[in-house]
T-cell receptor, first 107, second 113 residues
């Protein structure tokens, strides 16, 4: 199956700092999503991004499918950004998640 | 819209007991999924249903069965629970098409002793 690797596994930031989270994957995929799991366990969609670049407020994502990686950028981080960020890839309903990046934003 | 709902929120079972986790969505989505999340890990797909009346195995199906009762409901059954099935279980749904966002339920925390 598809192998998905996320880095770094843990990240600690001061409020206001910027960060880049990376997702590498082993095979070509139909689509890719980024999720945020908040400290209460809720999973929230951030981006559906099989290729190209998208922006939503302070967050943006870029996927370079030919080089098999995706990046999630968080600018001007806030304490509410804390949690775990997952990328997930799927081909024909076979969905694979990375192990996540745990982000802690300190006030 | 309630989105994706799951019941129960918490459950404790003894080894060998059975139970069914319920999931329902009110977004008219075609596809539904069951995942498990173990501590410090991402989600792993147990089973999915691409449409009403169809189900398929995911990455970790052993020890589980599913039923797609209708378009709204997708249940997960543990016939004989084992401690290795202690986990948080998430149900999700997605509309097939050009923008297949996955929407997740709040999860069920299951402990098997």
């Amino acid at each position: 199956g598809i192998q998905v690797e996320q880095s770094p596994p843990d990240l600690i930031l001061q409020e206001g700092a910027n960060s880049t989270l990376r997702c590498n994957f082993s095979d070509s995929v139909n689509n890719l999503q980024w999720f945020h799991q908040n400290p209460w366990g809720q999973l929230i969609n951030l981006f559906y991004i099989p290729s190209g670049t998208k922006q939503n407020g302070r967050l943006s994502a870029t996927t370079v499918a030919t080089e098999r990686y995706s990046l999630l950028y968080i600018s001007s981080s806030q304490t509410t950004d804390s949690g775990v960020y997952f990328c997930a890839l799927y081909n024909n309903n076979d969905m694979r998640f990375g192990a996540g990046t745990r982000l802690t934003v300190k006030p | 819209n309630a989105g994706v709902t799951q019941t129960p929120k918490f459950q404790v079972l003894k080894t060998g007991q059975s139970m069914t986790l319920q999931c329902a969505q009110d977004m008219n989505h075609n596809s539904m999924y069951w995942y498990r999340q173990d501590p410090g890990m991402g989600l792993r797909l147990i089973y999915y249903s691409a449409s009403e009346g169809t189900t398929d195995k995911g990455e970790v199906p052993n020890g589980y069965n599913v039923s797609r009762l209708n378009k709204r409901e997708f249940s997960l059954r543990l016939e004989s629970a084992a401690p290795s099935q202690t986990s948080v279980y998430f149900c999700a749904s997605t509309m097939t098409g050009a923008n297949p966002w996955q929407y997740f339920g709040p999860g069920t925390r299951l402990t098997v002793t």
